[in-house]
C-alpha cells in the first residue's frame, strides 16, 4: 500500500518537474547534456533533484529508508532514459505520448 502511494505521488510529480515541452524546444541543448552527462556531473544534479524533490515524496510514505536510494535511482534513471531515447529520435513523438509512457512506467494507470 505504501509502494502505491509513492507512485501516485510520483506520477503527480513528473509533469511538474520534468518539463517536456522546454525539452523538445531545447533539444540540442539537452542531447549535449545527455551526452557528455559525466563532464557535466548531472549526478550531481540528480542528487539534489534526490534531495529536494523526491526525499519529501518518500518521508510521507513509509518505505524503508535504507531503501530510498535505490527506488530513486531506478526512477531517475528510468525517465533519463526515456527522455534519452525521445531526443534520439529527434522529439518525433508528441510530448502527451511520452509522458503517458513515463506514467505507465511509475505504475500510473489513468484511473482514478
Known amino acids: ?8 505521488n510520483v506520477k503527480e510529480t513528473i509533469k511538474d518537474y520534468l518539463p517536456m515541452e522546454y525539452i523538445k524546444t531545447h533539444k540540442r541543448l539537452f542531447k549535449t547534456v545527455i551526452e557528455k552527462s559525466l563532464t557535466l556531473r548531472t549526478e550531481d544534479i540528480y542528487e539534489r533533484m534526490f534531495r529536494h524533490v523526491f526525499t519529501p515524496i518518500l518521508e510521507r510514505v513509509s518505505l524503508p ?4 536510494k535505490y527506488i530513486m535511482s531506478f526512477y531517475i534513471r528510468g525517465l533519463m532514459g526515456i527522455v534519452a531515447e525521445w531526443l534520439k529520435n529527434d522529439c518525433s513523438d508528441e510530448v502527451d505520448h511520452v509522458v503517458a509512457i513515463i506514467q505507465r512506467c511509475v505504475g500510473y494507470s489513468g484511473k482514478e
Not at 1 to 8: A, G, L, N, R, T
Not at 65 to 68: A, D, L, P, Q, R
Request: glycine share 0%.
Open 65 to 68: 529508508k535504507e531503501e530510498h
Open 1 to 8: 500500500m505504501e509502494f502505491e502511494k509513492f507512485v501516485e
